[in-house]
């Protein structure tokens, strides 16, 4: 997929002989699913040379679904395993232009969203959470990598990559250089020493590796390292494998806010069944796993192997 | 123009009752010759209510030349007369994003002009003369601002206005909501005590109306007062009254780096004449004032209206 690679076995030994443990779960059940460069980051690391993670959210509302906790959950592994510092970009100013929501909403949806990925128990220590209405007006630094993309990229460029039309807003059109600038270790100088030299990897759903693909494209024409990426697919909704959990259909998703009566009432009531379609036919044949609902988020989240194989 | 009104007697008439003293030269001379709103603002002065001016500077080069004075002159002529708080914006950004220099060099151009700015001899304790490559850095309420007008500005508009093309940077493009963020109070919260309703009056060279009139269109969409401008036409080259200053062609323009001695022998040299073909013809016919270059420089600066009257 447009230069990207598959997470195959040779990589994986890589990940196990570079950590001393085995990869990830995500990762060995192909979640985690293709790469850009990870050799090299891999590679630093052999060599104890420094490298940060970096992913983000666009606070779309107060509440996050279970969707959109695996590439936290899934970082909040690479953070330990790689002891590396973690910059999280809080988009509230996306989520502002693109939706009909005012600033303070915006940025009171990055609090609300800013507490459940802290309680997924990032390294406090290590670990950099921040709004861009708050951050982009609190550092030079990051508005100086911002106008330095800004400057790299033409609006056929950007109309090409994210599909924009001329009726959108500027500042839709010049958004993608927001995205990008976390890339890049200048953007955070009290914490990288204002070195601009250190590289970054960016674990994310695949969905956003447009905004990525579009940063390392620039990185060179900017004297700055190229981010690495690892993307995980989808977690489905409720409704199917096929489809895409969405925060504005409360019967899609799980929330983090959900008791875990309502979770277990969402499961049984929605969860798509790979079950058969009467008792007998169940009893026969078995149930189809690879379009269980249940059993897919298993896949997700159940990090024991054997009782996972033990389901199937 | 586009619903700008004419500096008239009328007008005129106004300023002189409501501050006791008459109008500036470059008023009564047409210099600065129209206007959108600035009754309002002379009625806000009546009555004793604030507002504040906004004029700002791309600093494209070290030097800046006599025509990049005039607006700023009449500016401080203004703080002096309404005793108000004065911005004054240096887009180091945009001349980054348009010309072929580094963000240090943009930077230090701002250093340098703000330097011949200051000389100019504004109220240090009323005036606030910031970078934007810092500036926006420093202020999430300026960038909010920002964040706002980029969401009320499609790039249909901002094509329509700037002449933008789909082959111009993203940056350009996004650009004129930073050209318009200083337009509204709550931009500059240590100045104005957070408050949004301070009314803003704008003094800028005529070719600077298109950033304003879209500021005026989207102001009311976010809440804010529309900014009331006064325009002042071109400072004409020594080449003509038809041309325009261009800080790349030193011999167009005369600079403030230029040594006394410099600025006689470019004026000697260069100015365009408007006296008599030969000498004869001169002493019969005398010159043309409208066309002469030095006559017209003394229309700018000299505020004896006896002595500028002789010399006609």
Redo the contacts between chains.
Sequence with gaps: RFGSSPIDSALLSKFETTLGQPPHFLLRRGIVFSHRDMDQILALHSQGKPFFLYTGRGPSSEAMHMGHVIPFLFTKWLQEAFNVPLVIQMTD?EK??WKDIS?ETARSYTTENAKDIIALGFDPERTFIFSD??Y?????????NM??V???????Q??GIFG????????K??F??IQAAPSFSSSFPHIFNSRSDIPCLIPCAIDQDPYFRMTRDVAPRIGCPKPALLHSTFFPALQGCQTKMSASDPNSSVFLTDTPKAVKDKINKYAFSGGGATVEEHKKNGGNCDIDVSYQYLRFFLDDDQRLEKIL
């Design positions: 100013d502002f232009l600033l209405l708050d982009i007006g609190s550092s030079p630094e990051f508005y100086r106008c330095r800004q400057k790299a990229v033409t609006f056929n950007a109309k924009f039309t001329e009726s959108d807003c500027i500042g059109i010049s993608p250089a």
